[in-house]
């Protein structure tokens, strides 16, 4: 006679498939779990960096608004010294200025020939015109040559010559005549190194 044993194996694959579960359930949950220390992990990167950015955004806004600040000083100096400049300008030309009729007188002496007598000077900046008279035309055309050379005035041009009576002669001497004469010429504003000395600059006799 024999004996069978029988084993039941129900509950063994019960406690299996509970301990699948429980395992797929520790595995999900550890997956959320990294999951979510990921998507925090980013944010908190992310955030971080966000953080830098505002700060270096904000350290640029600074630093912008200092330099607008300093260019604005910058601006208000060239101002300055452009007005600076512009008085420094002003005082030069005015002691050019005060110089120009000396020089201007001293050219007259210098330049003018013999046989020359001048009736009037008028100085318009640097325009001047003379009227005078001569005792002939050979005369006239020497003073516009040494105004060419003259190293403080230039630019001679005759206007009119005419013949007219001698100033301060009577009715007896009407005969005697002289030629009248306008001429304009400019003054240098620059001065020269050193003035030519030019011989015989009031000579040209005719």
């Not at 955004?57 to 200092?66: A, D, G, Q």
């Not at 000077?121 to 050379?149: C, D, F, H, P």
């Not at 010559?161 to 005969?175: I, S």
């Not at 002289?178 to 005719?206: C, D, I, M, W, Y």
């Amino acid at each position: 006679m024999s004996t069978s044993v029988r084993i039941n194996l129900l509950p063994h694959r019960a406690q299996k498939r509970q301990a699948r579960k429980r395992q797929f359930v520790s595995l999900a949950v550890l997956l959320a779990i990294a999951a979510v220390a990921v998507v925090g992990l980013v944010h908190l990167v992310l955030a971080t960096q966000i953080d830098r950015q505002n700060a270096r955004n904000k350290l640029l806004k600074t630093e912008i608004v200092k330099l607008d600040d300093q260019i604005k000083e910058i601006d208000k100096l060239r101002d300055q010294i452009q007005q600076v400049l512009a008085r420094k300008q002003v005082v030069e030309n005015l002691q050019s200025n005060r110089n120009e009729a000396v020089h201007l007188l001293d050219q007259m002496v210098r330049q003018l020939p013999d046989g020359i007598y001048l009736k009037s000077i008028r100085e318009n900046g640097t325009k001047v015109q003379i009227i005078g008279y001569a005792q002939s035309n050979a005369r006239v055309s020497t003073l516009m040559r040494n105004i060419e050379s003259s190293p403080w005035i230039t630019k001679p041009d005759l206007v009119q010559t005419q013949l007219v009576p001698m100033p301060g002669t009577n009715n007896r001497n009407a005969d005697q005549k002289v030629n009248e004469f306008t001429l304009n010429f400019e003054v240098k504003r620059e001065s020269p190194a050193a003035p030519p000395v030019r011989a015989g600059a009031k000579g040209g006799k005719a």
